[in-house]
């Protein structure tokens, strides 16, 4: 998607939103509630139109798809909206039948629909009587029993407990093993690790589109390493030292280093606090959570947001104090 | 920008066509299954509905409650009998009296329905030449014992005029048999009162019972508020839960949809129309004259019009209590203008239009001639529930390819 806008009335509810999303891949699309993260999926399933900017699914306009097309996507929407009055596996059946899939090669892929997301056991259970993580799951084999080449989740893990999140994900992540391309929207930000990239959303904005790895490396600037020592140390015992970008300290035995390379920083650290008679007890490359890293590039992206403003103010104030 | 869709692009084969609508009929059907309840409701309800009526309506209206004022002097007759036989089931004569302020006020309290005051000078005015005049008066608030209690009046008054004919013929008779001789009482004068008397026979197939009557417009009634509850609500709740999402995603056109709606609520409507109607014949004893082939046939008709008119209201209605609002309207219009209550001939001709427009008006119509009659005496009206069908189903069409294409 290109420069995609969607706007209700005078709400812009996404705005100038570029994403594109590798085949056989997992692009997770992290923002909180009201970010604009649903509407982004139902502007790429068609479910939805777009106010501006364009859109590509399959080679295809989402709001103009042909049959072909959309038998080759599948849509997980937030909501269960199956029927409770059907058990599981006639919901999936009646799933598959709208992909135009006869009776007899349907009942081999509702199967085997269930059995990826564990609901064999359920599958002649009322839709109804299924707990909130089963019905998330039967949803899950709804939109997984066409094999669809491009699946669109929405929310797959909202008010789901941590086992359940964490086999979801293994699903999900076994589905693009196999192949497929995944659209997978949480409001998790921790779930970004299991995505192959990620886009940060906020207020309908991009915020950040990159791997995992990087978005961690662009909120710190470089790699960080935690360094904690036999006793006191100072920052200004790795004066010096070349590659580091910035040194902080939680604890006054701990140093938290921001550097360019770990790998070639990590001796020299090591052998500066050693000339200080510092030995260090543990030395680590420091994993910033996905909280932190969301945290911290909304606040970068507000300060340059607010630096762009006061330089087109200033920009302006000497053109008003001419005119 | 971008708000439109097509649906088009490969054309799906006929089998994939086919797998589709039936996955929406299975499904609607497996939902109704599932809630024995309505299913239950959905059969019983109606044979109970027209078991009740059929055992609880007499159909024999009662006669008006009457008091007679006879003035002092008015050589007429004081027995209640006398007044009664004028109009005979019409008239409940309990008081004679010549106390006129009390009987008016009673009129007034509804103690009485009916007033009937004779002149005081009945006799001196007909030997004058002069007619008199009879009050008669009631006090009713319902239109139907309004238009009775005026043939009550009519039948009365022609009755008594009839009687007092009969009484003069005879004393004239008398008289001239006195002047001229016997030749003259050659016509009795119950024959110049009364010249003719009527010999009726109604040549009806079946005999003209209250039940038998009612029946089929009953069973027309509930075959057609089944069907419009029955689909009102289905797509309306599609809507609420999400699921029009899916199928806009799915490679599932409005076509498909709605034709597998179509599918499952015509087999419901026919499944119950069937048990209903065998009820009705078997149980009720309703006669079948037409045969049960042309019967099907017009509920086949009356279903698919009466599904048309649900699919629209599911497809217009924001939200459930909107989609039964408007079905109990339905009902509402149903019952008043079809002829179920009164005759569509009854109404101004221009809301004779509404009339025709209501599947059941149709319904009601062909199912009486057919299970009464034996055939259907006007078959434009079997064209005009055809019609009726086609037209709301591509209403229904449009409006739904429209949902499906146009994003919120």
Redesign the interface.
Known sequence: MDHVTRAFGDDVAVNDLSLHVEPGSILGLIGPSGSGKTTTV?ML????????GEIRVLGE???????????R???M?Q?F?L?E??TAQ?NV???A???????FKRRSLIRRALEVVDLTEAKDR?ARNLSGGMQRRLELACALVHSPDVLFVDEPTAGTDPMLRQSIWDELRQLRDDGRTLLVTTQYVGEAEYCDQVALIADGELVALDTPDELRRMVFGGEVLEVNAQRTVEPEMLDGIPGILRISQPGPRQLVVTTEDAASTTPRIVEALRLHSVEVLGLAEHQPTFDEVFTGLVEQQRAMRQREEQAAGAAQAPAVADG | ?????????????L???F??M??FT??EL??VV??PGVLASLILGPFLIMFLFGIGYTGVRAPFITEIVIPEGVALPREAEYYADLAPGRLDVREITADREGAEQRLRSREIDLLIVAPENATSELRAGRQTTIRVAWNQVDPVYDQLAGLATTILVSSLNAEIVEQAAEEGISFAAGEIGSAVTNVPPEVIARPTTAETENVSLSPPLVLSFFGPAVFALVIQHLAVTLTALSMVRERL???M????????SSMELLVGKYMAYAVLSLVVAAVVGALLVLVLNVPLLGGPLIFAGIVLLLTFASLGVGLLISLVADSERQAVQLSMLMLLASVFFSGFVLPVTDFAGWTQYISYALPVTHGIATLQDTMLGGEVSQPWMLLALLGIGVVLYVGSLLRLRRILR???
């Open positions: 139902r399933t068609g479910t939805l139109g777009r106010t501006g306009d989402p709001m103009e798809f042909s049959r072909r097309a959309r038998g996507i599948a849509y929407p909501l909206s029927y009055d059907l006639e059946g009646f799933v039948a709208l992909y135009g899939i006869g009776p009322l | 920008m971008a708000e439109r869709r097509r649906t088009g692009g490969v054309r799906p084969s089998g994939q066509t797998v589709r039936a996955s299975g499904k497996r939902e599932r809630r839960s999400g699921q999402d899916r199928f806009r995603v799915a490679p599932v146009t994003a919120d």
